[in-house]
């Protein structure tokens, strides 16, 4: 009985995401547990053969891995009429036949690379609890929304005021993005931390 369970088919659909550009594919497999998001082929061949597989397709601009889904953002002279099942059939294919998605490791070298980068925004007394506080904000109401939409965000930093996130996924480059984080994002944080002015954005 549990060899069947363990075989059953992969099943995989697609949902439309904010970004006109970005396509997220939904699989009942967990991938990967956590965020992988690759915006460069360097780094997808460094620690994922599937998005390094993928970014050898001319229409690939970029792969975000997370749990169950792959989100695909795709370059704005392709349709997705005429590429999107040449892609779910080779995401299909790849979890069936059981090759690697990302690589052990990544996480940790993500959690490297992501303290380099706060490495050079300090925080002392008040700012460092402030920072805490948006973090916790972030990671709780707006992440798990942003994931619904194929897409992550990540605290960048806060200075003077001024909240700087990362866009990643379908929400990097996406129109509607800038809506989302002034009209909430922006909005809560205002409205939960006085010391909050205003909210950026950065692509990932």
């Not at 069947?4 to 006109?20: F, G, I």
């Not at 402030?130 to 806060?158: C, H, Q, W």
Request: charged share 25%.
């Amino acid at each position: 009985m549990s060899e069947t369970a363990t075989k059953s088919p992969v099943m995989l659909y697609t949902e439309q995401t904010p970004n006109p550009e970005s396509l997220k594919f939904v699989t009942n497999r967990m991938l990967y547990t956590g965020t992988a998001d690759f915006r460069e082929v360097e780094l997808a061949d460094e620690w994922s053969k599937l998005a390094s597989e993928l970014f050898k397709q001319p229409y690939v601009k970029g792969v975000y891995i997370c749990n169950n889904f792959v989100t695909i953002t795709k370059e704005f002279n392709y349709a997705w009429d005429d590429i999107m099942l040449q892609a779910k059939s080779f995401i299909k294919k790849w979890i069936e036949e059981g090759n690697e998605i990302v690589k052990e490791g990544f996480a940790e070298a993500s959690e490297a690379m992501e303290a380099e980068r706060r490495a050079n925004y300090e925080y002392s007394g008040d700012d460092e609890a402030i920072v805490a506080k948006i973090e916790e904000l972030i990671d709780t109401y707006v992440r798990p929304a942003v994931e619904m939409d194929g897409g992550n965000i990540a605290f960048k930093s806060f200075k003077e005021g001024v909240v700087t996130v990362i866009m990643q996924g379908s929400c990097s480059g996406c129109p509607s993005s800038t809506v989302t984080l002034k009209s909430g994002i922006e909005s809560m944080l205002k409205r939960m931390i006085p010391e909050v002015t205003e909210v950026m954005q950065e692509m990932g």
